[in-house]
């Protein structure tokens, strides 16, 4: 028996093209409809009462930033430089997803732009406010007035964050299975090892990112804990142990969930198939299995600043205020303690969830004038 191969014709490849065009423009049209929102939507400044102080014009800042430039263009170059890394990025993506469509790293990448949506609650738990001369959502929006002052795009680079230790963690544990043999711990017990190399390049990794980023002005924590922060009271105080920690509980399911075993098969896909989520459609349900997985780390990031809020433990307080043309973020009356002179703001969740069901307290500055009081920068 013969079987005929029948070459396809010009007039079916022909046919055949604009299919594909036609989804390369929709796409476009997709980044197009993004970006026009996030253009109508965006706000500069301190513009709603809820968070502008009416004492103060224009944005002023009592702090001087790395290398001696100013707040507003270390802004310019940040805001800038994140635009056109994630140009680059989407472009990384789109062709890698023409070449190798659903693969695991590229369904990561999405999920971990999607957490997104949580920041606001991540900005309120940690004490992290940022810089009101960003560009910004509108501050009043339900979810994104959780932020103590605003809630800023760049966070759209997530993707650069959170999935970034794993490449060097990946590459370091292939490294040490090479030389080791089959009964090493490595190989015994890979995901174990995975997750301890993706906490210390993650932990570097983000103390050096977020050490710059308060340096420059981006944003500060304007509450930690004394013990295992740096720099505590000033503008550029970070907690060092408590958010480097943390954010790795994100990064290692991130991580840990596209690793590939002998097989082949990462373990996403395992997970998948095993509570049987989507049978018909792996792609999907591997997809889902990241998506719940990293909101839960995510959560518990949350979580745990949550429970430093509600012991009152963070009472190292930013002095001075570096952005006067805000209020200032006070919901636990640590900065007018301190004597930092007002007005505050206590956010939108100020009672029970800040550990203080009655509320902001009544506080006495103290006699000597205090840490933050007015010249004593």
Known sequence: MTHEHTEPSADTVAAQRPTRTLGSAGWVIVALAVLAVVTYYARTGAVSDRIRNPQVSG???????????????????I???????????????VIAWRRYPARPVLLMAIVTTLIVWQDPLMNWAPYAVYNPQLWHWPVDWPLVSLSPTVEPFIVFGYVMFYLSPYFPAVWILRKIQ??????????RHPLISLAGLILVCGFV????????????????????????????????????????????????PAGVLLYRDDTGRTVAEKLAQRARIFVGRPVLGMFVVMFIIINAAYFAYGGWFMAIKWTRTATSVACPWPYPEAKVYDPQGFYEKNSQPGPYAVGIWSTWMTGQPRGRPDVQPPADGGRCRPGNE
Not at 79 to 93: D, H, S, Y
Not at 212 to 231: A, E, H, K, M, N
């Open 178 to 187: 090479a030389r080791k043999p089959v009964d090493s711990f490595a190989w």
């Open 79 to 93: 805001q800038i430089g994140t635009v056109v890394a994630m140009l680059l990025v989407i472009a990384a993506f």
């Open 205 to 252: 990794f983000d103390a050096f990112l977020e050490i710059w980023g308060i340096r420059t002005g981006l944003y500060i924590y304007d509450q930690v804990i004394p013990f295992g922060s740096l720099f505590t009271g000033t503008p550029f105080q970070f907690p060092l142990l408590w958010e480097s920690l943390s954010v790795t509980f994100v990064m290692i």
């Open 59 to 77: 944005a002023p800042r009592p702090v001087q930033y790395l290398f001696g430039l100013s707040s507003s263009t270390w802004l310019t170059i």
